[in-house]
């Protein structure tokens, strides 16, 4: 059946690609293990919401998500930004570029128009000083077409205190597109007009 596949990122539609902005927030972790006093005062989660005052918002996030098994997905992600933040101290212009990859797992089945997950893993994050990071976080899809629809990601990227890299929270929202959409025995869309073909 056509609608069963409508909104899934299954075996038969496996890949999406994105394309979007994101930010970096150092102000809502307590830093001072890495030396930094990023003006948080009153500890972790602290102003997690104030984007004005302590968020880096920049561009362009790409990423591409392969569907593994189940509720399973992989995602690798290339962000780039401009960090002038960290916490409330303004700073001299900073290239950020991060390259991760973590797993995702549906918390709900692949057929909702909305689709919440959790992930984790890892990445390299180069921000004047470079180093591993370990990630974690929530997210969502926002299928508004059986093709297009909207991602939203909030994680943490941890990185020990023996390296110069700031832990941080790190935010996106990106336009996605399903590749390759066919349906059970190998026919293809048309979703134009709502057919199937071989």
Excluded at 7 to 33: C, L, M, R
Excluded at 69 to 77: I, L, N, T, V
Excluded at 152 to 172: E, G, M, R, T
Aim: proline share 4%.
């Amino acid at each position: 059946m056509i609608g069963h596949n409508l909104y899934s990122q299954d075996e038969y539609n496996k890949w999406v690609v994105g394309i979007g902005i994101n930010a970096v927030d150092y102000f809502p972790i307590d830093n001072t293990k890495h030396n930094v006093n990023t003006g948080n005062p009153d500890g972790f989660f602290n102003e997690i919401t104030n984007a004005q005052d302590h968020w880096n918002i920049g561009g362009p996030k790409i990423n591409v998500t392969r569907y593994l098994k189940k509720k399973f997905s992989f995602d690798a992600g290339l962000s780039l930004n401009k960090i002038t933040k960290l916490g409330e101290i303004m700073i001299d212009d900073i290239t950020y570029i991060a390259i991760d990859g973590n797993i995702q797992y549906n918390i709900f089945n692949n057929q909702r128009v909305i689709n919440p997950f959790v992930f984790a893993g890892g990445g390299y994050t180069f921000a004047d000083r470079s180093g591993g990071t370990f990630n974690s976080g929530i997210g969502a899809n926002l299928w508004f077409s059986p093709k297009f629809g909207l991602n939203a990601q909030w994680a943490y990227k941890y990185n020990s205190p023996d390296f110069a890299l700031l832990p941080h929270f790190y935010y996106s929202l990106s336009v996605v597109m399903k590749l390759g959409m066919t349906g059970r025995g190998g026919k293809r869309f048309m979703w134009r007009d709502g057919a199937s073909c071989f």
